[in-house]
């Protein structure tokens, strides 16, 4: 089986409103890695929420090289292609890649059923309390006794701690 494991940098909460900065992505067939992805894009500044750009480093941390959005768009229809997609949360991290996806005039090759959110496989596979509402990524990596990576909100840094935690999961 392959899954692409992906998380992106954003410049606010709202895919409607504000833009990917950044993506990264690890894919992996069988359990073995066999491409690690991660690349910026151009955002437009101004419509940036400032406490996401403080939370993401922009400006103070090193950012991946910049690709244009159609060149971006291309690479993640092509490499995404026919694989499961894991993210968390999977609605956010999708929702601006779609956006991605529309600015460039690409449709996504993937469907739905192709689609997994990592807390949820975790939450109804292991989880057996009352009430899990409140658990993030955080406490979920705790859990699994995988630590957070110290210089998080890097894409490929997150999307890497995603595999992670979702193969210590499995065991």
Known sequence: M????????????NPFIHEVISVGYVIETDGEIVKEVEF????DVDKADPKALEVNGWGTRHFPEQITVEEAALKIVD??????IMASPTHFDLGF???LLTKAGRT????H?????????YLGTWFREADYSALGLRDL???????????????????????????????
């Open 2 to 13: 392959s899954i692409v494991f992906v998380d992106t940098e954003t410049t606010g909460l």
């Open 40 to 43: 910026s894009v151009p955002f």
């Open 79 to 84: 490499d995404w292609d026919s694989l499961a």
């Open 97 to 99: 890649i779609l956006a």
């Open 108 to 111: 996504p090759s993937w469907s």
């Open 113 to 121: 059923r192709q689609v997994v959110d990592f807390r949820s496989f």
């Open 141 to 171: 990596s705790e859990r699994l006794e995988v630590p957070m990576p110290s210089d998080r909100h890097g894409a490929l840094v997150d999307a890497k701690w995603l595999r992670e935690m979702y193969r210590k999961a499995l065991r």
